[in-house]
């Protein structure tokens, strides 16, 4: 079983800054490419960045030079640094991983829970 566990969301005012941890846990063989998507109320989950295993990154275009994404392999974990932010971030913010397991031996996507990012003053 495979099991993805985010934090470090939370409240900040428009400018500041958070930083999204993601580990992943569980029988692993390996993590190919890992990411952030974000799901503001009402609106479909869109992507915010991806990165691959050798550490090739996308972002959105509303997050370039804002964001940045990382991977800590040895740890199998993904973090999602988030700058100047702006109220227009605000939304529930879920990681992602595409991961070939012990049990099943097939690369699978696989999801957080999700963690609230609330930008306001």
């Known amino acids: 079983q495979v099991q993805l566990v985010e934090s470090g969301g939370g409240l900040v005012q428009p400018g500041g800054s958070l930083r999204l941890s993601c580990a992943a846990s569980?029988?692993?063989?390996?993590?190919?490419?890992m990411g952030w998507y974000l799901q503001a109320p009402g609106k479909e989950r869109e992507l915010v960045a991806t990165?691959?295993?050798?550490?090739?990154?996308n972002y959105a275009d509303s997050v370039k030079g804002r964001f940045t994404i990382s991977r800590d392999n040895a740890k199998n974990t993904v973090y999602l640094q988030m700058n100047s932010l702006k109220p227009e971030d605000t939304a529930v913010y879920y990681c992602?991983?595409?991961?070939?397991?012990?049990?099943?031996?097939?690369?699978?996507?696989?999801w957080g829970q999700g963690t609230q990012v609330t930008v306001s003053s």
């Open positions: 569980g029988s692993i063989f390996t993590i190919n490419a």
């Open positions: 992602y991983a595409d991961i070939i397991s012990l049990s099943r031996w097939s690369a699978d996507d696989y």
């Open positions: 990165i691959s295993r050798g550490g090739s990154t």
